[in-house]
C-alpha cells in the first residue's frame, strides 16, 4: 500500500521528463505511472501541479569540522554536520560527500569511524571520501581494498599543500601512482585537488618579495598555468594505468576544463566537477572591500574562464556542480586579505540548485535533464550512489524536491541557514524548493523544516564498472 503520491508535477527521471504520478511506499519509491492513473486510496497526496519535479541534489564536496589556523597560531574548526546540512536540505540537497582525513598513526578505518562519529547528527544523508595526504605508507596503500568494500570507494588526493603553512598535505607523484593503481584494481576513484605545488609555493615567496601580497594577487599564485600544468600531469599518469578513474575536483578555468575534454575524448575514464562559484563570479570580485569573502581554493579566475565552464557543463566536460563547503562566520572570512592568510571555502550549499537553476536554465538554456544531471545524477553516478541515490525510478529512494520554478526571490544571508553572509546576497534566483523529501519523509515544506537533526544516514557505496572502462557519465 502507497504511503505517499506526488502528482501533477512535471518529472525529470531517467527516462526523460514528462507528466506522471509518483508512488512511494516507506522510504522508495515503487511505482511510476501515467499522470492521474495512479490510486492514492489512503495514501498522503502532495499537489506539484506547475511545479517541477526532481532527484534530492547530492553534492559530492562539503567539508564539515575542517581545521582552520588562526592568525595567533592557533585552530579553530568550520562548522560541523548539523548545521551544514541544514542548509543544505532547505536548498534541495539530500546527500552530501564529506571527507574522513586519515593522518599518520590511524587505519583507514579509524579516519571513516572518526568522522562517522561526527556525523550522527545531520538533517541528510551522507557519504564519506577517504583523505590521504602526504608521503602515504604501503601498509596504509594496502588497506584500500577493505575501504573500498566497505562502501568507501572514493579517496581524495592533493598534488599541492594549497598554503605556504599547510605542509604535509601534498601527495608526490610516486605515491599518487601507487595509489592510482590500487584504486584501480580494486574498484575506486582518486578525487585529486590538482595544482602544481612547485608554482604554486614559488608565488607566494615572490609576491611577498615584491610586497604584492593582497588577495586581489591570489590568481597569480593559484594560476590558471599551475591547473593546467597539474591536471595534464595527473591525466598523462592515468593514462599508463589501466582502468584509473579520476575524479577532479572543483575546475576553475578554461585550460582545466579543457584538459578534461581532451582526456575524455581519447576515451579514459575522467571526470570533473566545477562550483557554482566559479561559474558566477571572476577574479574582479577580489577587488572589492569584501573581496576575501568570495575566495576558495583554488582562486577565481577571468570571464573566459568563467564562460568556458558553462559551456563545459552543457557539453559534458564538466560532470557535476559541487561547493566546496567550508563553513565560517563572515569575521572569519574578512580577518585578512593577505594571500598566506586568506580562508578559503564559503557557504553554498543552500544556493547551490536555485543559482545552477538560475543561471544555467533560466539564463542559459540548460535543459532540464542537464540540471539534473550536474546537481545530483552524475554525482551518484561517479561516486558510487547511483540508482539508490540521484534519480527519480522505481527502487530509488524517495529524495524528492518538488521545485517552484516560478519563485523570484533576492537571497539574503538573514533568510539563508548556513552563516552570517553569502557570496550571493542581493542575487535573485528563479526558482526554489517547495517540498523537500529525504526517503520519503517530507522534511521541509514551504521553508519550515521538519525532519530532526539525527534523519541523516550514511550510505554505502560501489562503483559501477563501467565508470573504470571509459567516460561513462
Known sequence: MLDLVIRGGQVVSPAGVGMWDIGIEGERIVVLAAAGTLTADNARVLDATGKLVIPGGIDPHVHTGWPIPTLDGGVMLSAGPGQVSRAAIHGGTTTLVDFAVWEP??????????????????????????????AVAPEVIAQMPEAISGGFPSFKIFTTDVRPHGKGRMI??????AIMES???HGGVLAIHAEDDDLVMYMY?????????????????????????????VLRLARYVPGAAVYLVHVSSKAGTDAVAEARADGLPVYAETLHHYATFTAEAYLRPDGVIFH????????????????????GSLATVATDELCT????????RHIADATGGHVGVETRM??????????????LERFV??????????LGLYPKKGAIATGSDADIVIFDSAVRRTLSSADLHGSDYSAWDGWEVHGWPETVLLRGKVVVDHGKLLGGSGTGRNVPRKLAVALQNGPAV
Open 105 to 134: 598513526g590511524l587505519t583507514l578505518s579509524d579516519a571513516i569511524g572518526q568522522k562517522q562519529d561526527v556525523w550522527r547528527e545531520s538533517y541528510t544523508d551522507y557519504a564519506l571520501h577517504v583523505m590521504l595526504q602526504g
Open 172 to 177: 608526490r607523484l610516486g605515491h599518487l601512482w
Open 183 to 185: 584504486a584501480a584494481k
Open 205 to 233: 615567496e615572490r609576491l611577498e618579495r615584491e610586497g604584492r601580497t593582497d588577495i586581489q594577487h591570489m590568481p597569480l599564485v593559484h594560476s590558471i598555468m599551475s591547473e593546467d600544468i597539474s591536471f595534464r600531469r
Open 296 to 315: 576558495t581554493y583554488p582562486s577565481l579566475k577571468h570571464d573566459e574562464d568563467r564562460r568556458r565552464l558553462w559551456s563545459g557543463l552543457r557539453d
Open 329 to 336: 562566520p563572515r569575521a572569519i572570512k574578512l580577518r585578512s
Open 354 to 367: 536555485p543559482i545552477i537553476y538560475t543561471e544555467g536554465v533560466s539564463k542559459r538554456g540548460m535543459s
Open 373 to 382: 544531471a550536474v546537481t545530483s545524477t552524475n554525482a551518484a553516478k561517479i
